[in-house]
């Protein structure tokens, strides 16, 4: 394994294809740039200025330091060798040169150290924030995982602690929810699961051109049949509409957003899914005739953890916080943005996706 001050020296001096291909196409314009110029002076005073430029943009867009000091060393020479009289030969006496050469590799090791320490805190920033994420959806996990495994546990053992004294209809009863508490924990692991698989990285994801009219029947399909008892109107285009996505993901979206609104709508009993295009994205949007979000939550709604709901609420086993969290970072995966919002009745939830401009079929 190697050391850390192995690791140091990796990370302050990288190798990269990427960035060597920076160093010589960068370097390459420069000295095609000398070369016009002089056809229209024959001086070179602008030489070393074009080349330390040059060498500035070199520190600025690679990894580390070693990039930036090779493209000094070879700006130095290329300078003497090339664009210095005498011409296609060293001259190291010239007035200057070591100035030159002191500048160039200043520029380089000045600039390398800001651009590295600039990626330094992004990535320590980015640490930050996978981990705050990762304590707030441990924190949601342990609330929301809680209370339906004790209520389990709790109807397991008066079932069988009372065999004989409960009517059917008390056990029926108890064993339905059993059933529902169960249910529900098998869509919050496969929630856990969506998140695992991204990973917050977007290229994890398998994108598909895929018809979001379909997608959209597939999730009206499945939510009524898990609340035969909301109705539910879709809403989609009139012209066939192609979007980039991993299906399984968005429907999983939907499918989160039509449950809390059913869950935590309270009294809800109609829910509209939406489908539009919105410029260059497709818009989906899921509303419902329910009570609403509490205004206190809205700016943490997609934070993955929302607290307790409070005793006087209708489902406070069953936070709203995990579901949204992994919408979030579904949505965000895709590039696309979710959002919600009150309305006068009920609350809309929305999000889009990027759309190819040839997906869209007239």
């Given at each position: 394994?190697?050391?850390?001050?192995?690791?140091?020296?990796?990370?302050?001096?990288?190798?990269?294809?990427?960035?060597?291909?920076?160093?010589?196409?960068?370097?390459?314009?420069?000295?095609?740039?000398?070369?016009?110029?002089?056809?229209?002076?024959?001086g070179d005073v602008y030489v070393s200025m074009v080349f330390l430029l040059a060498v500035l943009v070199i520190s600025r867009f690679t990894s580390g330091y070693?990039?930036?000091?090779?493209?000094?060393?070879?700006?130095?020479?290329?300078?003497?060798?090339?664009?210095?009289?005498?011409?296609?030969?060293?001259?190291?006496?010239?007035?200057?040169?070591?100035?030159?050469?002191?500048?160039?590799?200043?520029?380089?090791?000045?600039?390398?150290?800001?651009?590295?320490?600039?990626?330094?805190?992004?990535?320590?920033?980015?640490?930050?924030?996978?981990?705050?994420?990762?304590?707030?959806?441990?924190?949601?996990?342990?609330?929301?995982?809680?209370?339906?495994?004790?209520?389990?546990?709790?109807?397991?053992?008066?079932?069988?602690?009372?065999?004989?004294?409960?009517?059917?209809?008390?056990?029926?009863?108890?064993?339905?929810?059993?059933?529902?508490?169960?249910?529900?924990?098998?869509?919050?692991?496969?929630?856990?699961?969506?998140?695992?698989?991204?990973?917050?990285?977007?290229?994890?994801?398998?994108?598909?051109?895929?018809?979001?009219e379909e997608v959209l029947a597939e999730s009206a399909r499945k939510f009524t049949k898990q609340f035969p008892g909301i109705s539910l109107e879709v809403s989609?285009?009139?012209?066939?509409?192609?979007?980039?996505?991993?299906?399984?993901?968005?429907?999983?979206?939907?499918?989160?957003?039509?449950?809390?609104?059913?869950?935590?709508?309270?009294?809800?009993?109609?829910?509209?899914?939406?489908?539009?295009?919105?410029?260059?994205?497709?818009?989906?949007?899921?509303?419902?005739?329910?009570?609403?979000?509490?205004?206190?939550?809205?700016?943490?709604?997609?934070?993955?953890?929302?607290?307790?709901?409070?005793?006087?609420?209708?489902?406070?086993?069953?936070?709203?916080?995990?579901?949204?969290?992994?919408?979030?970072?579904?949505?965000?995966?895709?590039?696309?943005?979710?959002?919600?919002?009150?309305?006068?009745?009920?609350?809309?939830?929305?999000?889009?996706?990027?759309?190819?401009?040839?997906?869209?079929?007239?």
């Amino acid at each position: 394994m190697p050391s850390p001050r192995l690791k140091k020296l990796r990370r302050l001096f990288p190798l990269s294809l990427r960035d060597c291909g920076i160093t010589l196409l960068v370097l390459a314009g420069a000295a095609l740039i000398c070369t016009l110029l002089r056809f229209l002076d024959d001086g070179d005073v602008y030489v070393s200025m074009v080349f330390l430029l040059a060498v500035l943009v070199i520190s600025r867009f690679t990894s580390g330091y070693l990039y930036g000091i090779l493209a000094s060393l070879l700006s130095v020479f290329g300078v003497n060798y090339v664009f210095t009289y005498p011409y296609f030969a060293l001259n190291f006496t010239i007035s200057g040169y070591p100035l030159t050469f002191i500048s160039m590799l200043a520029a380089s090791v000045l600039t390398s150290a800001m651009t590295t320490q600039g990626k330094e805190r992004q990535r320590l920033q980015m640490e930050s924030e996978r981990e705050k994420t990762r304590s707030n959806l441990l924190r949601a996990v342990s609330h929301d995982l809680r209370t339906p495994l004790t209520s389990i546990v709790g109807s397991a053992s008066a079932v069988l602690d009372n065999e004989g004294l409960l009517s059917p209809a008390e056990v029926r009863e108890l064993l339905t929810g059993v059933r529902e508490d169960a249910q529900w924990l098998i869509r919050m692991v496969e929630n856990l699961l969506s998140i695992t698989r991204i990973g917050g990285e977007p290229a994890a994801l398998s994108k598909q051109p895929e018809a979001a009219e379909e997608v959209l029947a597939e999730s009206a399909r499945k939510f009524t049949k898990q609340f035969p008892g909301i109705s539910l109107e879709v809403s989609a285009p009139r012209e066939l509409l192609i979007v980039p996505m991993d299906a399984i993901l968005i429907e999983q979206v939907l499918g989160n957003l039509m449950e809390n609104a059913a869950l935590h709508g309270k009294t809800t009993t109609h829910i509209c899914l939406a489908l539009a295009r919105q410029g260059d994205t497709a818009l989906f949007s899921v509303e419902d005739d329910g009570q609403g979000i509490p205004p206190e939550k809205l700016p943490l709604l997609f934070e993955g953890y929302l607290g307790d709901s409070g005793p006087g609420e209708a489902d406070g086993k069953r936070s709203m916080g995990i579901g949204l969290s992994v919408c979030q970072t579904i949505i965000a995966a895709h590039g696309g943005c979710l959002t919600a919002q009150n309305l006068p009745q009920g609350a809309r939830l929305q999000f889009t996706l990027p759309l190819e401009q040839e997906g869209w079929e007239e």
